[in-house]
């Protein structure tokens, strides 16, 4: 059985209490992972705090729904069949290098980016991180965002 991480243990209502943003507009989340139930769970979560989100099983899938509508930020795991989050993050990077990253593998100890991995934050899924430092980085990296920083309060 896979870890779920930290996400499960959190009462998505404290987040949300804690995290309020004001806002004009609700941003576009895309989470790419193969493990459903930490989509279903990041999805709760991140749409509670106000975020538009779609999950994707692979990259492949990823690719297509960026054809639609490009997000305003990715969180992607790294270990996925078909298409992996290295290769994934590899076309994100050349194609579209304003798209923060937020990298997370239960493969990969540490807080430090596993060698090869093109993101801009990496966090350890089933780690030490409460589900408050996830939202955090999301919040941080978005902030430093040139297409709609300073908008985070």
Partial sequence: MRQIGFLAALPTSAVSRTYQMAR????RM????????????????????????RCADDGFEALAMMKEALPDVIICDLNMPRMTGFELLSIVRRRFPHIPVVAMSGEYLGTELPTGVLADAYLQKGGEHSPQVLVQEIRDLLEKSPLRANIIK
Avoid: H, K
């Fill in 24 to 27: 004009t507009f609700e941003y």
């Fill in 30 to 53: 895309l989470i790419v992972d193969d493990d459903a139930v930490f989509c279903e769970i990041a999805d709760q979560l991140f749409s509670t705090l106000g975020y538009t989100v």
